[in-house]
């Protein structure tokens, strides 16, 4: 199952884990797939965001039941 990466701050999307790398894709076609640890500048509030594997995100769906 895929887990979104978002921004601490302002919760932007930044990538999804997938099959145990990060996929980013950019607005100008280009799609990247890398390895851990990784670390984005958010796009929307310029917030720096790191993500290693001890840190990783929960699966969507188990986010989106827990929020209800």
């Not at 145990?20 to 990247?32: K, M, V």
């Not at 390895?35 to 986010?63: D, K, W």
């Amino acid at each position: 199952m895929d887990r979104e990466w978002r921004c601490t701050r302002c919760g932007k999307l930044l990538g999804v884990l997938h099959d145990g790398r990060l996929h980013l894709r950019f607005a100008r076609g280009h799609e990247y797939l890398v390895g851990f640890p990784a670390t984005s500048v958010c796009r929307g509030c310029r917030t720096l965001n790191e993500l290693n594997e001890s840190r990783l995100p929960e699966p969507v769906a188990e986010q989106a039941t827990a929020a209800r």
